[in-house]
C-alpha cells in the first residue's frame, strides 16, 4: 500500500509583510507591524504616536504610505 501525503492549504505562505485587519483600528498597519516583528501592537502605537508628535507629524505620511502600498 502506498502512503497519501496530505498537504494544508490553508497555511499562509506569505513570509513579507502585511497589513492584519483583525487588529486594525485604522488601516492594520500598527498590527502588521507588530505581528512581523514579534511585539505588542499596544507599543507599537504608541511609538507611532510618539514618532508622529516628536517627529512634527512626518510618520503620518509614513503610515499612509505603508497603509495604501501594503497587501
Known amino acids: 500500500m502506498t502512503t497519501i501525503e496530505h498537504k494544508d492549504t490553508n497555511m499562509n505562505t ?8 483583525s ?3 485604522f488601516m492594520g498597519v ?3 507591524i507588530a505581528n512581523h ?7 507599537v502605537r504608541i511609538g507611532f504616536a510618539l ?3 516628536f517627529g512634527f507629524g512626518s510618520l503620518i505620511l509614513v503610515y499612509l504610505a505603508i497603509g495604501l502600498i501594503a497587501d
Open 14 to 21: 506569505r513570509t513579507g509583510f502585511q497589513l492584519d485587519k
Open 51 to 53: 514618532g508622529t508628535v
Open 23 to 25: 487588529q486594525a483600528k
Open 37 to 43: 516583528f514579534g511585539l505588542d501592537v499596544t507599543l
Open 30 to 32: 500598527c498590527g502588521g
